[in-house]
């Protein structure tokens, strides 16, 4: 495998180990607001409310930089809104709920503030599992769709902010490869989207 496929790879895991990891409530009630969670040692879950709609769901063949498995683009409906964590699930957070920390950046400044990765599709099981032992809600991943509707917020750009990022890599909205440090970052830093998504 050459090293620039070899790159493109690497970099589709980590980014699917910062949305997989959000968090999504159910709701049996029509609500609009935003909500808490409560967990013990002043740890909080914050949640945005969703709402439904429909959107336009992957992205053009001519898109640059697009996936192959982006296609089609396809209307999609969500007939329910829903709760979605504001955040990536930090290593505070994951520490408290499965008392381990895996994350590769742990012994960075700051390090509980930044999100969890290094966890396997079981270990996360076991993570929604825990919490949803503390009867605090009913807690799941968002399905892709899901995501990416709460992702796009309203919009039909490339981006939430837009269809451009700078080329020097700046960015009030992402962490640019080039401007990361090819590390994670504390949570809460850029920007949200207009249905408040720090994603």
Known sequence: ??????RIMRLKWFLSVLFVFQIFIGSAQPVTQDKVVELSG????????????????GSK????????????????????????????????????????NPAVFRTLPDSENRPVESVSWDEWQTFIGKLNNLSLGKFRLPTEAEWEYACRA?????????????????SDFTWANSRSLAMTHPVGEKKPNSWGCMI
């Open 154 to 170: 309203g919009t039909i750009t490339k981006y939430y902010w837009g269809d451009l990022i700078s080329k020097s890599g700046k």
């Open 61 to 100: 063949e001519d898109e640059t930089g697009r996936q192959s498995d982006e296609s089609p683009v396809r209307k999609m409906r969500i007939t329910k809104g829903f709760y979605l964590s504001k955040y990536e699930v930090t290593q505070k957070l994951w520490s408290l709920v499965m008392d381990d």
């Open 42 to 57: 002043g740890i909080s879950i914050e949640f945005v409310y969703i709402p439904a709609g429909e959107f336009m769901m």
């Open 1 to 6: 495998m050459n090293t620039t496929k070899l």
